[in-house]
């Protein structure tokens, strides 16, 4: 079998993404190809497998992490299967596609850079779950998780994943990687795992986020951790509600807007950006990825992008 593939990016976040519409997948072990196409040691590499599924008539996205796991919602992920739904004629406008369980309300949006394609996801949160139990309340806000770590205040937030929020003066990425590898011996607070994110804020309506990922560990970016990030600071007031919210990371920018009225919800914005194309040959185990060619303009772009962000 051969799966054409394009690898693509939403704020540095990198995916091996592959239309499979009318694809026929049962015989494919999708767990084992998206350990193959992420892994780095192989010289492909990527943060997770996308998948452009169709469902009951409704299209969505199927996202497998680099560990063969398959998560509920990716927020930068959307965006590119959502790009690729769009251009190929199967959703256009403003329209709703499945991830995991929920269903979300997509759009092409202005340019977050001149030409540069991009797209926003409304995120419904949740301020409590099953995959919170460490929490004995409705919500928890800006409070300490012992067994964790003593000192940071963590926000629970749910977007269709589950997300701890700590906002700190500055980054400490070996400690980020620290919580992330505790997280997973906490089966007790933590039943499903969690991805964690450390935020700064660095104005007003302005902040950046580093996460560690459930299933991929530290990555340049997070759509869902920058969605609940944004939304962590509005509920601690450190953001205003309403106002349009710059989320930079090591890839680069998104923007959130946060409402309350009506439930919680958080806008994600941002670049669906494709920067290569080719094939995957799957021949029962056996697997090999050829790649074809490159989106160098798109490339060069975003790259300009990123280079104005820093200057």
Request: proline share 2%; aromatic share 8%; glycine share 12%.
């Amino acid at each position: 079998m051969k799966l054409s593939y394009i690898k693509c990016h939403g704020s540095g976040n990198e995916f091996v993404m592959v239309d499979a519409v009318g694809v026929e997948l049962q015989g494919v072990d999708l767990a084992s190809l998206s350990r193959f196409v992420c892994s780095r040691d192989l010289g492909t590499g990527a943060d997770g497998l996308l998948l452009l599924c169709e469902r009951n008539g409704l299209y969505g996205m199927r996202m497998f992490n680099p560990d063969g796991s398959e998560a509920e919602m990716c927020g930068n992920g959307i965006r590119c299967v959502a790009r690729l739904a769009d251009e190929r004629g199967y959703c256009t406008g403003v329209f709703d596609m499945w991830s995991g369980a929920n269903i979300y309300r997509i759009s092409r949006e202005e340019d977050i850079y001149p030409s540069l394609p991009t797209y926003g996801v409304t995120l419904g949160v949740r301020l409590k779950g099953e995959s919170f139990g460490f929490m004995s309340g409705e919500e928890f806000v800006a409070e300490v998780i012992p067994a964790l770590h003593k000192e940071l205040q963590w926000t629970a937030i749910d977007v269709g994943n589950p997300h701890i929020v700590a906002e700190v003066e500055v980054i400490d990425y070996d400690l980020l990687e620290s919580l992330g590898r505790r997280v997973t011996e906490l089966h007790e607070e933590f039943p499903r795992g969690v991805n964690i994110s450390l935020v700064v804020r660095t104005s007003k309506n302005r902040i950046f986020v580093a996460t560690y990922e459930r299933g991929a560990g530290i990555t340049a970016s997070c759509g869902t951790a920058m969605t609940s990030s944004a939304t962590a600071m509005a509920l601690r007031g450190r953001c205003d509600y309403g106002a349009t919210i710059d989320v930079e990371n090591r890839g680069g920018m998104v923007r959130c807007v946060c409402y309350k009225e009506g439930g919680l919800a958080t806008r994600l914005i941002g670049n669906a950006t494709y920067t290569a194309y080719g094939d995957i040959e799957v021949d029962g185990a056996a697997l090999s990825m050829v790649e074809r060619g490159e989106y160098g303009d798109e490339v060069a772009l975003y790259e300009e992008f990123v280079g104005r962000l820093k200057a």
